[in-house]
């Protein structure tokens, strides 16, 4: 089956600073691939849609200049806490669909980024 | 707009015990509906799926039946394991790209 990776998995920083998670797809082109967030003992949170080659969508909330989102190529998108701060702590999951895949609706998701703020 | 109802937890039962965990929808067409789940410290997994009315997801000895006249996705299992506890999600997705997530639920199977 398809398969989704993150980079890195786990990554504390200092307040202030920003940090860069990566999202990759190992075995599928994903034209599109969503980010989220996940608060402790909560549902996952869509932050927002990431098309190749254009802008990234962003949920009513998210800050699109904290969060910033790029989708480079058919197999990467980052997305880059700026700034970061304590309440950014959370643990951050990026899927992605594979349209070739014939599951039109079903999405692959990463293992998750737990993102510390000190 | 879509959203997912989840029963909350948490669940606790012994092993062996009959589990159900329940899910129902809203939506405004006829979405596809998931169950996922997650380990502890780690990312979803699809457990199982149903893409339309009366279709049988069924994976790992769980069940979910898409029964559009209650709109429910209820996930069941006959008999736990140990192995099985964790976080289980509810998600419908609709036929672009959005996906929505019920509360999850954890469940805790106690040899």
């Known amino acids: 089956g398809a398969v989704v990776s993150q980079h890195p998995s786990w990554v504390i920083c200092k307040s202030g600073t920003s940090v860069k998670i990566e999202c990759r797809s190992l075995d599928f082109q994903a034209t599109t691939m969503f980010w989220y967030r996940q608060f402790p003992k909560q549902s996952l949170m869509l932050m927002a849609t990431s098309n190749e080659g254009s802008k990234a969508t962003y949920e009513q909330g998210v800050e699109k200049d904290k969060f910033l989102i790029n989708h480079a190529s058919l197999t990467l998108s980052t997305l880059t806490v700026t700034s970061a701060h304590p309440e950014d702590s959370s643990f951050y999951i990026c899927s992605a669909r594979d349209p070739a895949g014939g599951s039109y609706n079903e999405q692959f998701f990463g293992p998750g980024t737990r993102l510390t703020v000190l | ?111």
């Open chain 2, 1 to 111: 707009g879509d959203s997912v109802t989840q029963m909350e937890g948490p669940v606790t039962l012994s092993e062996e015990a009959f589990l159900t965990i329940n899910c129902t929808y809203t939506a405004t067409g006829y979405p596809s509906l998931f169950w996922y789940v997650q380990y502890p410290g780690e990312g979803l997994q699809l457990l199982l799926k149903a893409t339309k009315a009366d279709d049988k997801g069924s994976n790992k000895g769980f069940e979910a039946t898409y029964r559009k006249e209650t709109t429910s996705f209820h996930l069941e299992k006959g008999s736990v394991q140990v192995s099985d506890s964790a976080v289980y999600f509810c998600a419908l997705s609709d036929h672009g790209n959005q996906f929505y997530f019920g509360t999850g639920t954890s469940l805790t199977v106690i040899p």
